[in-house]
């Protein structure tokens, strides 16, 4: 089936650990997204591409980095300096038709610090 | 800054009910407006919205843009249990001839009760 696949579903990492989400996506979608939800907060842009091997900062990508050797495929790890992890991360891909379509999004990963 | 604001922000009605949900935005060049549904984890796209006055409508569910008020609805007729959900509106604005990317209001929580 075709679609946005997140691993794993639920992460639990301790203070000072650098820990990496997996978004993979085989709808052949030029641009994907990272996106982190909190409670009351609605979706906030870490990072996005919309090429292999480019990727721009979003409004919160402080404590974040990424990658995007593969079009497939857009990893996001979170840093030690990202001071509160705690959340809910959601990865979403689209296609470029004349302009970049509607946002597709994974199931997500829910990220909590013990 | 642009920023997308929903209302209300939490919703309860009973089953059978209309529901009208807002969203309103501050959006420089403005490009579309989109509508999403999070059930659980990943929210499933609805309606995009680019031409003002047009309705778009899918099932029990209808959206319109108002461009000149900045605004757009989403009505959902009829209710049911399963339209429980935290709806999220999303504007994307055009940044000097290319697009930008998806700004998010905070969402609205809509519960209904048997």
């Known amino acids: 089936d075709g679609g946005i696949t997140q691993s794993p579903k639920y992460l639990f990492r301790k203070e000072g650990q650098n820990v990496t989400l997996s978004c993979e996506q085989n709808l052949n979608h030029d641009a994907m997204y990272w996106y982190r939800q909190d409670p009351g907060q609605g979706l906030r842009l870490i990072y996005y591409?919309?090429?292999?091997?480019?990727?721009q900062k979003g409004d919160i990508a402080e404590g974040y980095s990424v990658s995007r050797e593969k079009k497939e495929s857009f990893p996001l790890t979170v840093t030690s300096a990202q001071k509160n992890p705690t959340a809910f991360y959601l990865c979403?891909?689209?296609?470029?038709?004349?302009?970049?379509?509607?946002?597709?999004f994974g199931q997500g990963t829910r990220l909590t610090v013990v | 800054e642009d920023k997308v604001v929903q209302s209300p922000l939490s919703l309860v009605v009973h089953e059978g009910d209309t529901v009208t949900l807002n969203c309103s935005y501050e959006v420089t060049n403005f490009r579309s407006l989109l509508w999403y549904k999070q059930e659980k984890k990943a929210p499933t796209f609805l309606f995009m919205l680019?031409?003002?006055?047009i309705e778009k409508k899918s099932g029990r569910l209808s959206s319109i843009l108002d461009k000149k008020e900045l605004s757009s609805i989403l009505n959902i007729t009829a209710t049911q249990t399963g339209d429980s959900a935290i709806y999220l509106c999303?504007?994307?604005?055009?940044?000097?001839?290319?697009?930008?990317?998806?700004?998010f209001g905070k969402g609205t929580k809509l519960s209904v009760k048997p």
């Open positions: 999303a504007v994307k604005p055009n940044y000097g001839g290319s697009q930008g990317n998806l700004i």
């Open positions: 680019t031409s003002s006055g």
């Open positions: 591409s919309q090429i292999v091997n480019d990727f």
């Open positions: 979403a891909s689209s296609m470029f038709a004349g302009g970049f379509t509607e946002a597709f």
